[in-house]
Structure formats: C-alpha cells, structure tokens
C-alpha cells in the first residue's frame, strides 16, 4: 500500500487523487495533520498524523502494510522565514523518520520533495546545473539542501531507496496557495476572476521556474516507477518546465480578462524569490528517466483560470 504525509497539502492532495486513480482509492492512505478538501476526505482512507511523531508515523507504517510512502510534509518557504526552529523540526524530523523506517525494511520506496530553494545567491541564474554551488539564505532552501544530503547518505550507506526532485514553483487550482513564495502565481488568477486586478508581492521583472500540477504530479510518478537503476541521482534531479515574470504572466491573463490590471508592492518575500534561480537545467532527469513537460505558460493560463472558476465557483 501507498501511504502520503502531508495529503492535505498543495501537491500532496492531487498527488494522493492521482495515485488513487491509478492504484484504487483504498491502496493509497492520505494522512496530515488537518483534514483535506472534500474530494480528498471523500475517496479514500485518511488518517491524521503528526509526521514529526515516529511512533504515530511507525504505527501507520504497519497498520495499513506500507510499501512505498510520498513524504510530502514539509512548512514553504515564505512562513519558514517566520517560525525557522518550528520549520526545521517539520522539515526535518518528518524526513529522519522515514529514512529511518525505510533503513529498518518497514519502507520499500520513498519519494521526498526538494525545490530550487535548495540555491541560493551565489548559485548561477541561468540554466542553473544539476551540481553548483549552493548557499541558500532560507529556512525552507537550508532544510532542503540538508534533507538532500541525507538521502544521499542513506541510499550510499544502508540502501534505501529514495527518489527525490527539486520542484520548482507548483501552479494548481484544488487548493489556496499554503505559504510559498511562489504563490503569487496562484493568487494572480482568484484575483483576476474575482476583482480582474492584483498586486504582486514580486517586482514585475521577478522570473522564477514554474511548473502546471499535472507536471509535477507525472514527474512525481514516473521517478517513483522508474527502475532502481535508472535513478542514478539519490540527492535530488533539477526539474524544469517553463519560467516566467509577474509581468509574463498579467499579459498571458488579459488575453483572456483584457481589463485585467496589476501593480507591484514587493514584500519580504522578493528577497527570498532573488536568491533563487530565473531557469533550471534539468537534462539529467530527461536522460535517466524521459522526463518532459507538457504545460506552457499559455495551456496553464487557460487551466487556471477555468480551474479556479469552476472551483470557488467565480463566474
Ligand atoms: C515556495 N512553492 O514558494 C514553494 C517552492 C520553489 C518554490 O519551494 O516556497
């Protein structure tokens, strides 16, 4: 069985949709620390559970026959910046406690989320490589770099299998932006169905990499049914798939609420989006395991803006 922490979460819940689709609702236990959105609740098992608790975690583990679990808990970047310690202990006690299940032959296959947040100032901007420099000036870029490091140990050393990818900024409808630095492309389009203008917390010139759900979803799964000996990278792959600015974006949107209007009021979190890259190299993960994109800026527009109006029921 399937287990995924941290279901309620933005991918977390279309990532436990998906897999139940695949695999039959009741093979795939959703589990957080809060109850999900109705779809969620409404198709499948659902436990609450603290994944920073290794007794809750390891009872789950064998309550329900784990095999593989998506560990997908995690505080985003923008709220880690205001509680650091209590993002740290998410982050990281949640990661020790499946490595350390997997290690003990209670897990088969883990999958845990990176993010580019794992570079920082120093790392190259442009088409930033698989290896570079890194020296993340965030709480959530720290864990994610060391929560790297770790998995890398834990598969050279007692080999467990763990997949891992560094997502960029994740674009979806099914739930509301949960604290991450890149919600802004999400905020953009309840805004521009609801009062057709936005402020932008990013500078119009902000570029970032960004990726549609349904991207992130397949890439997901297909690294996790990728044979072993495929995933020659036990850190984490670089994923990409399209990058773009606030501005990028506005002008994408009026081509579909031509009186849409933005302005820019950058906060806390444009010093957070500067120390990130503009666009990411991801030719390893296309080489091991066929990794492609299929949304662009225009296909995941068109999505959003029917996605959030059909959702929140904004006509
Ligand atoms: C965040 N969406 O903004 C997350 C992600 C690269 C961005 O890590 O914190």
């Known amino acids: 069985n399937i287990l995924v922490i941290g279901a309620s979460g933005q991918i977390g ?17 959703a589990s957080d620390i809060r109850e999900g959105n109705e779809e969620l609740m409404q198709s499948g098992p659902f ?29 985003l970047s923008a709220t880690a910046e205001k509680h650091p310690m209590k993002a740290w202990s998410l982050n990281m006690d949640s990661l020790f406690h499946i490595l350390n299940l997997a290690k ?16 920082g100032p120093t790392t190259p901007k442009e088409n930033t490589p698989q290896t570079a420099v890194m020296e993340p000036s965030t709480v959530y870029g720290i864990s994610k770099q060391t929560g790297e490091r770790w998995c890398q140990y834990f598969h ?25 630095t890149t919600d802004y492309a999400i905020e953009i389009f309840h805004e521009a169905l609801k009062n057709k203008a936005y402020t932008s917390y990013l500078s119009e010139t902000t570029g970032l990499p960004m990726m549609y759900m349904d991207d992130a979803i397949k890439a997901t799964i297909d690294l996790m049914e990728a044979p072993s000996e495929k995933v020659k990278i036990r850190s984490s792959y670089n994923l990409s798939a399209i990058s773009f600015t606030p501005k990028e974006l506005a002008e994408e949107i009026r081509k579909h609420i031509p009186e849409f209007s933005i302005n820019y009021a950058p906060d806390f979190r444009q010093k957070i989006a500067d120390s990130w890259p503009s666009d990411i190299d991801d030719s390893e993960a296309r080489k091991d395991w066929n990794w ?17 109006a059909e959702t929140f029921e904004i006509n």
């Open 104 to 119: 003990e032959g209670k897990i088969k296959k883990v999958f845990w989320p990176s993010s580019i947040a794992v570079f």
């Open 47 to 75: 436990e609450i559970l603290d994944a920073t608790n290794f007794s809750d975690v390891e009872s789950i583990i064998e309550k329900y026959k784990i095999e593989d679990v998506y560990l997908m808990a995690a505080m």
């Open 292 to 308: 492609k994109h299929q949304y662009d800026l225009a296909a995941l527009t068109k999505k959003m803006l029917d996605g959030v």
């Open 156 to 180: 050279d050393k007692y080999g467990v299998d763990v997949r891992s990818m560094r997502y960029p900024g994740i674009i979806s409808y099914k739930t509301l932006p949960g604290g991450g």
């Open 13 to 29: 819940t279309e990532l436990s949709l998906k897999l139940r689709e695949i695999h039959g609702n009741d093979l795939v236990i």
